[in-house]
Nanobody, 126 residues
C-alpha cells in the first residue's frame, strides 16, 4: 500500500510561482509512475502532469505546458511540481497520485492511479 502526503500549497498572486511536493512511502518509489491532478470548485478532477518510472519520461496537459515542471527524486521518495506563471484558473486542490502497475505508457485518467494523497490547496489571486 502506497501512502502519499502533499505539501507546498498556498496563496500566490497571478504570475507568481509555487512548488508542490509529495512524499511517498510503502512501495519502491522508483517503480511508481507519479502524477499530479487538480480539482477546482464545481469541476471534475483533471490530470495535470506525470512522470514515469521509465527513464523519468514526463507528460503534461496542454494548459500547463511551459509553465509547470514535474520532477522526482528516487533517493528521497519525492515528486515535485514546480508551477510558474500561475494564473487564476490554476486555482484548485492539487492531488498527488501513484500508479503502481508498471505501465509502459503514462496514464492520464483517474482510474489508472491507485494511491492518492489528501490534496493541497493552491489559490492564485488576480
Amino acid at each position: 500500500q502506497v501512502q502519499l502526503v502533499e505539501s507546498g500549497g498556498g496563496v500566490v498572486q497571478a504570475g507568481g510561482s509555487l512548488r508542490l511536493s509529495c512524499a511517498a512511502s510503502g512501495r519502491t518509489f522508483s517503480t511508481l509512475t507519479m502524477a499530479w491532478f487538480r480539482q477546482a470548485p464545481g469541476k471534475e478532477r483533471e490530470f495535470v502532469a506525470a512522470i514515469s518510472w521509465i527513464r523519468d519520461n514526463t507528460y503534461y496537459t496542454d494548459s500547463v505546458k511551459g509553465r509547470f515542471t514535474i520532477s522526482r527524486d528516487n533517493a528521497k521518495n519525492t515528486v515535485s511540481l514546480q508551477m510558474s506563471t500561475l494564473k487564476p484558473e490554476d486555482t484548485a486542490v492539487y492531488y498527488c497520485a501513484a500508479d503502481t502497475r508498471l505501465r509502459v505508457v503514462i496514464a492520464t485518467t483517474l482510474n489508472n492511479y491507485d494511491a492518492w494523497g489528501q490534496g493541497t490547496q493552491v489559490t492564485v489571486s488576480s
